[in-house]
């Protein structure tokens, strides 16, 4: 099903219970094509059945998609171009001096190649720590406090401080990507679109 459809479907569903013959007949197309529709609805966990028999509602991720359906849409060329500023950071994080850290894995999350018009790219990134000695690390840690425009209003945000930087360059205020941050032994691998590996 495509993104085009599956939206069209989000926005009509909202927060609604409803009936099989009510999403055909807001569809306008036939019955044998609005069940192929409920199918796939539910075949990506938008839709469950609801407590009403007969009946079906949204899940919690169909409700997440739907409110990414207000956001505005990027061509698939804005987005690729990007994506490609993105990994140009990942090198620079890699390659500079100024982080504490390297990144070792990047991935798409539900990336669809088909789909012209993307609301957003969900990116996922890894790191590991670069192999500095204690006196080194807290010399580029008081280099980024000096620099940075983060808040430091705690001791949390001070030691966190080197990760919530290299995530703000990174995103560089991009609204296209939305940027995740997971352990090297959570990354799902299988589950993502892998374009990044050190």
């Known amino acids: 099903m ?34 192929s529709i409920l199918s796939a609805l539910v075949d990506d966990r938008l839709i469950e059945e609801s407590k009403i028999a007969g009946y079906w509602s949204l899940t919690v991720k169909g409700s997440l998609a739907l409110r990414a359906t207000k956001r505005r849409l990027f061509k698939k060329s804005s987005a690729k171009k990007r994506l490609n500023e993105f990994l140009e950071r990942v090198k620079t994080v890699n390659d ?12 798409l999350i539900d990336y669809d190649d088909e789909e012209n018009e993307l ?40 030691l966190d401080l080197p990760r919530r930087e290299l995530k703000a360059f990174l995103k560089s205020g991009k609204q296209i990507l939305k940027i995740y941050h997971v352990s090297a032994d959570r990354f799902p691998q299988e589950k993502v679109k892998v374009i990044f590996k050190a």
């Open 2 to 35: 495509s993104d085009r459809l599956k939206n069209k479907c989000l926005k009509l569903i909202e927060s609604d219970y409803f009936d099989s013959e009510w999403i055909i007949q807001e569809l306008g197309v036939d019955e044998l094509r609005g069940k």
């Open 96 to 107: 500079e001096d100024r982080f504490l850290h390297n990144i070792d894995l990047v991935g």
């Open 119 to 158: 609301s957003g790219l969900n990116i996922l990134y890894a790191l590991s720590n670069k192999k500095l000695s204690e006196t080194e690390s807290e010399r580029r840690t008081n280099r980024l406090i000096s620099q940075s425009k983060l808040p430091i209003d705690n001791d949390t945000q001070y």
